[in-house]
């Protein structure tokens, strides 16, 4: 009875009512009472046992609720494993998508990590990234990233430089024999490999293109939708399709494929070679019951679908992007979306190529141009090269100032006449300057001879006006200058009028002053013309 008590106590029951009628039915009731008394006792002791029921019921529930949301949480231990040559930007890939723009290359394998964040259950988790070298010396380092136990939470990532396409599909088959040579070491047990391999069948079969209807909220896949892919119809898989089934999730990205329109300019590239190209790598994908991602870290292309695809095959996050293939640069093929028939759709736009044609045989390495390393020439100091040029002007012989002058003289036409010719042989009764009292000497300097030149040009232009209206012979001249229009007059009857003396006057004194300037500069000149005149 006590006993009751106290486990109904640590209930909450009435534990000293209980007590008080225990010790009065022990001492002075009558049998009537006894028997009331036990089944009072027996009602207490049901009443703590519900009791006890219901607060067993109550830590089920909180366990049960501790325990879902322990398995609702994001699991741990998800790798991505990346593969690709030396330069095909597989660390620049993953740097990017964590936001880093410059990420450091290592040796060997290098060990990154996604952040992972399921906004609805506010929960996150880190993802393993491993990325081997491009060297097959380093291949031994995937038993760090690939282990038996830890296979089945592991995604292989296959990454191809577009920029030299005719790597793509060797790339792919070296690298895709290196992982298939790895799983064989770990030695999983068949039962268990055949069952990742049938998950892998199933998932490829049972892709649903994504639709308007479809969620786009971060919430993670409900059984729901795994009911209803229970419920579809499975479609069998073609005769090409995951023949080399490697038992997880293989994802095949191109990089680089901002260098699509550089194969277009510098090697001729046409749209049938692109297209080309993705067949090969669309019939690989086929084989292995891979995703098609081309990306561009440059240009920032399809690199956050890359980051969702991987959460979505890791951990089920729903998936709502449809497959595209319009766009060369941008293709995105899910895992289960692609088939023969599809891939024959690129077929059709061959012009020059076939569909069966090999892929070494049209895709070949463009020759390599042998550059010939010049002697690297070093532009010297501004000073040195002055001072080297003035030594070379010094040895040099003088040159006289100007162009050289032509001695001979010329008539306004611009031809040379000849020495023999007197500038006014065509008048002979007004000379101005005489031939033989001006002669060019050969030490005048150039400006001082351009001048007399000037001087004989309007002199000979003066003799030409005042010569034509007398004509030969000076007729029609004064009648005290007579035939021979003597030294006396040298102008023409019509100059001697009121109007115009004084202009030819100042005509010809400036014409004197500018015959001056020769013979002050040349002491050797003959007489001037004006004392020639005077004479």
Same mark, same amino acid.
């Given at each position: 009875?006590?006993?009751?008590?106290?486990?109904?106590?640590?209930?909450?029951?009435?534990?000293?009512?209980?007590?008080?009628?225990?010790?009065?039915?022990?001492?002075?009731?009558?049998?009537?009472?006894?028997?009331?008394?036990?089944?009072?006792?027996?009602?207490?002791?049901?009443?703590?046992?519900?009791?006890?029921?219901?607060?067993?019921?109550?830590?089920?529930?909180?366990?049960?609720?501790?325990?879902?949301?322990?398995?609702?949480?994001?699991?741990?231990?998800?790798?991505?494993?990346?593969?690709? @040559? %030396?330069?095909?930007?597989? /660390?620049?890939?993953?740097?990017? =998508?964590?936001?880093?723009?410059? +990420?450091? &290359? #290592?040796?060997?394998?290098?060990?990154?990590?996604?952040?992972?964040?399921? @906004? %609805?259950?506010?929960?996150? /988790?880190?993802?393993?990234?491993? =990325?081997?070298?491009?060297?097959? +010396?380093? &291949? #031994?380092?995937?038993?760090?990233?690939?282990?038996?136990?830890?296979?089945?939470?592991?995604?292989?990532?296959?990454?191809?430089?577009?920029?030299?396409?005719?790597?793509?599909?060797?790339?792919?088959?070296?690298?895709?024999?290196?992982?298939?040579?790895?799983?064989?070491?770990?030695?999983?047990?068949?039962?268990?490999?055949?069952?990742?391999?049938?998950?892998?069948?199933?998932?490829?079969?049972?892709?649903?293109?994504?639709?308007?209807?479809?969620?786009?909220?971060?919430?993670?896949?409900?059984?729901?939708?795994?009911?209803?892919?229970?419920?579809?119809?499975?479609?069998?898989?073609?005769?090409?399709?995951?023949?080399?089934?490697?038992?997880?999730?293989?994802?095949?990205?191109?990089?680089?494929?901002?260098?699509?329109?550089?194969?277009?300019?510098?090697?001729?590239?046409?749209?049938?070679?692109?297209?080309?190209?993705?067949?090969?790598?669309?019939?690989?994908?086929?084989?292995?019951?891979?995703?098609?991602?081309?990306?561009?870290?440059?240009?920032?292309?399809?690199?956050?679908?890359?980051?969702?695809?991987?959460?979505?095959?890791?951990?089920?996050?729903?998936?709502?992007?449809?497959?595209?293939?319009?766009?060369?640069?941008?293709?995105?093929?899910?895992?289960?979306?692609?088939?023969?028939?599809?891939?024959?759709?690129?077929?059709?736009?061959?012009?020059?190529?076939?569909?069966?044609?090999?892929?070494?045989?049209?895709?070949?390495?463009?020759?390599?141009?042998?550059?010939?390393?010049?002697?690297?020439?070093?532009?010297?100091?501004?000073?040195?090269?002055?001072?080297?040029?003035?030594?070379?002007?010094?040895?040099?012989?003088?040159?006289?100032?100007?162009?050289?002058?032509?001695?001979?003289?010329?008539?306004?036409?611009?031809?040379?006449?000849?020495?023999?010719?007197?500038?006014?042989?065509?008048?002979?009764?007004?000379?101005?300057?005489?031939?033989?009292?001006?002669?060019?000497?050969?030490?005048?300097?150039?400006?001082?001879?351009?001048?007399?030149?000037?001087?004989?040009?309007?002199?000979?232009?003066?003799?030409?006006?005042?010569?034509?209206?007398?004509?030969?012979?000076?007729?029609?001249?004064?009648?005290?200058?007579?035939?021979?229009?003597?030294?006396?007059?040298?102008?023409?009857?019509?100059?001697?009028?009121?109007?115009?003396?004084?202009?030819?006057?100042?005509?010809?004194?400036?014409?004197?002053?500018?015959?001056?300037?020769?013979?002050?500069?040349?002491?050797?000149?003959?007489?001037?013309?004006?004392?020639?005149?005077?004479?």
């Amino acid at each position: 009875m006590a006993a009751a008590a106290g486990r109904a106590g640590s209930f909450g029951s009435s534990s000293p009512g209980l007590g008080s009628a225990a010790g009065f039915s022990s001492s002075s009731s009558p049998p009537s009472s006894a028997a009331a008394a036990t089944t009072n006792n027996n009602n207490a002791e049901l009443r703590a046992g519900g009791d006890e029921d219901d607060g067993q019921n109550l830590w089920s529930c909180i366990l049960s609720e501790v325990s879902t949301r322990s398995r609702s949480k994001l699991p741990s231990g998800k790798n991505v494993l990346l593969l690709g @040559e %030396d330069g095909a930007g597989k /660390t620049s890939l993953i740097g990017k =998508i964590q936001g880093i723009e410059e +990420y450091k &290359k #290592g040796r060997g394998m290098e060990y990154l990590y996604l952040n992972v964040h399921d @906004e %609805d259950r506010d929960d996150q /988790t880190r993802c393993n990234v491993w =990325i081997l070298d491009g060297d097959l +010396y380093h &291949k #031994g380092l995937l038993k760090f990233a690939m282990e038996a136990s830890s296979l089945k939470d592991t995604l292989i990532m296959l990454v191809v430089d577009m920029s030299r396409p005719w790597t793509a599909l060797d790339s792919l088959q070296k690298w895709a024999s290196v992982v298939r040579e790895h799983i064989d070491k770990l030695k999983i047990p068949p039962e268990e490999m055949k069952e990742m391999e049938q998950k892998l069948v199933r998932d490829f079969q049972e892709y649903i293109e994504p639709g308007e209807d479809f969620p786009a909220s971060p919430q993670r896949r409900n059984t729901s939708l795994q009911e209803d892919k229970d419920d579809s119809v499975i479609l069998p898989l073609g005769a090409d399709t995951l023949t080399c089934n490697l038992g997880i999730p293989v994802v095949v990205v191109c990089t680089k494929c901002d260098a699509i329109s550089v194969l277009e300019k510098e090697h001729d590239y046409r749209d049938e070679h692109f297209d080309f190209i993705q067949s090969h790598i669309r019939r690989f994908c086929l084989q292995y019951g891979a995703a098609l991602i081309y990306t561009s870290v440059k240009e920032n292309k399809n690199i956050d679908l890359v980051y969702k695809y991987i959460v979505q095959k890791l951990y089920g996050f729903p998936f709502n992007v449809p497959a595209v293939v319009v766009e060369k640069d941008a293709v995105f093929i899910p895992a289960g979306w692609d088939n023969d028939k599809k891939i024959g759709i690129l077929h059709e736009n061959f012009q020059t190529l076939k569909a069966e044609d090999s892929f070494e045989d049209i895709i070949i390495k463009p020759p390599v141009r042998k550059f010939v390393h010049e002697k690297e020439i070093v532009a010297e100091d501004d000073q040195v090269f002055l001072m080297k040029q003035q030594s070379q002007l010094a040895k040099q012989p003088p040159t006289a100032a100007g162009r050289p002058v032509d001695a001979s003289p010329r008539v306004p036409g611009g031809s040379p006449r000849t020495p023999n010719r007197s500038v006014t042989s065509n008048v002979a009764s007004v000379t101005p300057i005489p031939t033989g009292s001006k002669k060019i000497d050969p030490n005048m300097k150039a400006g001082a001879t351009s001048e007399g030149v000037l001087a004989n040009f309007f002199n000979s232009l003066l003799s030409k006006k005042t010569g034509s209206p007398g004509g030969p012979g000076g007729v029609g001249g004064s009648p005290g200058g007579g035939g021979t229009g003597g030294a006396g007059s040298n102008l023409p009857p019509s100059a001697k009028k009121s109007g115009q003396k004084p202009v030819l006057t100042d005509v010809q004194a400036e014409l004197d002053r500018i015959s001056r300037k020769p013979e002050m500069v040349s002491p050797t000149t003959p007489t001037s013309p004006t004392e020639g005149e005077a004479s």
